[in-house]
């Protein structure tokens, strides 16, 4: 009850201290103080009210009666006196007026207004029978012989008057009483109303302290987050690139520094399959790895974006090299790290720079380790490089590269060359492989150097359509011209990887209206095991379409035979680099060997890439190998000159 209460304030209080913060309690204690100045300055003048004709009256007039009482005893005494006493008329007289006077000056002394109360004229009635019987007794006492009866009977008089009087004195001084009682009981509440009063704001601003206080700590509070925040990646709190930026700002004159760029390989394909969620909790699990090493290297870890980090290390240190440092992160990374029920064996690729030598400001050190890091991923990661002047050369290069590329389809810039490919035992051409072309400012550009830049930049997707709609057209006028042939398409990872892949497909095939049994997709083996299951569901719906598929660069990328067996696949692509330096008896003839039996143990067709010489036709032709490609048969020909070699008798 209490607690909703509280948390009912604190709702009431929330939207008025965050809009005027502390101000708000500061209006609040004075505007509070200033009411209750107004109620005691009230309250206060009330009290004086009451309390002014009490001192000045009613306590003035209790005196002057009991001093009456006194004086009217007095009065009576002296009556006596005179008649028991033989007191002289003289002195009688005397004592007489001394004590009227005193009388009568105490009879105006009570305040004017009660001059007209009743038990006030009781009393002056009183006082003047009094006088009467004191001029009375003195004429019975002058009188010869002395009127004694007379006197004595003057004297009981005198003695009921004085008690009536005294009586009503009395009843005057309770009266009296009472109006001080009831004005002191009036003011004491007023008072204990001002005390309350004062209480409750003293209360009100202990309240509203405390409430400062906490606006305050919680203000403070907010403040360290807020800095905390602005250094520190909220994800893996480690400090931010800004932070970088300002350590190596604040580096100075104390060189040598060495700065490395680190990037988890392959992560974007670890966030593709198993969700962002999962790439955050790998970022954590490899922050907690990389940072204890680093910190023994006396370095500082930094968190760039994505799963970019950054360290500096102090190369004063002659006994901690980088090269070390990076071994260290490379076998941290040895144990598998497990995130959403999958063990991850990651690698890291690292470009580095030294400073001041390659570049004594954050921006130059970061395109520096940049470009060094971009030379590693190149060469497949897992390696540490150090940046030299030719790489940012080679950055420049593949930017204008890229930013050419972006124009090639529409400049009609791109061509398909065609290979053939040819059954072994009959030399008999059955197919071709499709392999793209650059011309860029009248050269011929490689597909090694302008593909994966298309893959980077996401050009792959427009281009990988143009590839395939072109070659399914050339296939499709092949087969109208009666001489049909296989026709092979090189698919890029990213683009199997699109989402749209297989309607682009469908709907190619529709809309040039060729027959798929003569289209064949090759997809590289490090494609195909990625994800597996996914992606033998999609292997299936493409070969529902009819086309044929086949596995390009076997033997490179690790295939797990178990899933080989589930894929449903048409061909083997025996890599290039197999074929190389094949000789009969040798380790890569043993490799082809193996990968032709077991093509054909699981009912596939196997091909051979890269066949250049007579030797290697020779071995793979008493190796059972289906069918072969290569310059020993034909380089990649333009559509011109393939149709001449087609024409030409097989030799
Ligand atoms: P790939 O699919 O394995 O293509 C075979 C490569 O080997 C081609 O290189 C071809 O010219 C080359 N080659 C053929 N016979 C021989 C030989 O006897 N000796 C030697 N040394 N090389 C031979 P190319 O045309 O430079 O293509 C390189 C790679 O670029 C291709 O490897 C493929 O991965 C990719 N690529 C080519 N065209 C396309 C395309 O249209 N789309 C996609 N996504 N990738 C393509
Ligand atoms: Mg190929
Ligand atoms: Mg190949």
Redesign the pocket.
């Known amino acids: 009850m209490r607690h909703s209460l509280t948390r009912r304030c604190c709702q009431w209080l929330k939207p008025l201290v965050s809009q005027f913060g502390v101000y708000f309690f500061f209006a609040l204690v004075i505007g509070l103080g200033l009411l209750l100045s107004i109620v005691v300055f009230y309250s206060g003048k009330q009290v004086n009210a009451v309390i002014q004709p009490l001192v000045n009256e009613s306590v003035p007039i209790l005196r002057t009666i009991s001093e009456l009482k006194t004086k009217v005893t007095e009065r009576q005494v002296i009556m006596n006196q005179y008649f028991a006493y033989g007191l002289n008329q003289a002195q009688f007289k005397k004592k007489y007026a001394d004590n009227q006077l005193a009388l009568t000056q105490l009879l105006q002394q009570s305040h004017p207004k009660r001059h007209q109360h009743p038990r006030h004229l009781a009393i002056m009635a009183l006082d003047d029978n009094a006088k009467l019987l004191a001029t009375r007794l003195e004429q019975a006492m002058q009188a010869t012989p002395v009127d004694t009866d007379e006197a004595r009977a003057i004297l009981v008089e005198s003695a009921i008057d004085t008690n009536a009087f005294l009586s009503e004195l009395d009843h005057s001084f309770v009266d009296v009483s009472q109006e001080i009682e009831t004005a002191s009981r009036h003011s004491l509440r007023d008072v204990s109303v001002m005390i309350k009063l004062v209480l409750a704001y003293s209360l009100a601003i202990v309240v509203i302290a405390i409430l400062v206080a906490y606006y305050i700590h919680a203000r403070q509070r907010a403040e360290k987050k807020l800095a905390h925040a602005a250094r520190h990646d909220r994800l893996t709190d480690l400090l931010n690139r800004r932070v970088f930026e300002a350590d190596i700002a604040a580096l100075g004159d104390t060189p040598p520094y060495a700065v490395i760029l680190i990037a988890i390989d392959r992560f974007q394909r670890v966030q593709g399959g198993l969700g962002y969620e999962a790439g955050d909790e790998l970022l954590v699990a490899v922050t907690a790895r990389l940072q204890p090493i680093i910190q023994q290297f006396g370095g500082v870890l930094y968190r760039f974006e994505s799963s970019y980090f950054a360290a500096l290390l102090d190369l004063r240190g002659e006994d901690r090299p980088p090269e070390l440092l990076a071994k260290a992160l490379h076998d941290t990374l040895q144990s598998g790290i497990l995130i959403a029920g999958h063990e991850l064996f990651l690698t890291l690729s690292m470009g580095g720079a030294i400073y001041p030598q390659d570049g004594n400001d954050a921006v130059t050190l970061i395109r520096n380790m940049d470009a060094a890091l971009e030379q590693v991923q190149q060469q497949g990661g897992n390696a540490l490089r150090y940046y030299d002047q030719e790489m940012n050369a080679r950055a420049l290069e593949r930017l204008a590269l890229e930013a050419d590329l972006r124009y090639a389809i529409e400049r009609n810039q791109l061509q ?2 065609f ?1 053939p490919q040819a059954k072994i035992d009959a030399l008999q051409i059955v197919g071709v ?5 650059w011309h860029h400012h009248g050269q011929l550009v ?3 150097e302008f ?1 994966p830049l298309a893959e980077e930049s996401g050009l ?1 997707i427009p281009m ?1 359509e143009w ?1 395939l709609r072109t070659a399914c057209q050339q296939a499709k006028a092949w087969q109208d011209a009666g001489t049909p042939l296989i026709v092979a ?4 990872v990213r ?1 199997f990887q699109h989402p749209h892949f297989l309607s682009l497909v469908r709907q190619v095939l529709q809309t040039t209206a060729v027959d798929p049994a003569w289209i064949e997709l ?1 997809i ?1 083996e490090s494609v195909v095991m990625q994800d597996a299951d996914h992606t033998i569901e999609l292997l299936q719906q493409l070969r529902d379409l009819g086309v044929m598929l086949s596995i ?2 076997f033997g490179t990328g690790y295939s797990s035979l178990s899933y080989l067996r589930r894929f449903p696949i048409n061909k083997l ?1 025996i ?2 680099s197999f074929v ?1 330096n094949l000789v009969p008896g040798n380790q890569d003839a043993a490799i082809v060997d193996a990968i032709i039996r077991l093509g054909h143990n699981l009912g596939l067709t196997v091909i051979a ?4 010489t007579e030797a290697h036709l020779a071995v793979l032709a008493q190796l059972h190998c289906d069918e072969i ?4 048969f034909s ?2 020909l333009p559509l011109a000159e393939l149709t001449r070699f087609l024409s030409q008798p097989m030799a």
Do not use: W
Not at 433 to 437: G, Q, Y
């Open positions: 398909l060359y290979q492989e499709c392999l793209i072309r490689s597909p090694i593909i792959i990988g590839i398409i090189n698919i890029s683009q090759e590289t390009d660069d692509k890599d290039q190389g890439e890269g066949v250049e490609q290569g310059y020993y380089r990649p």
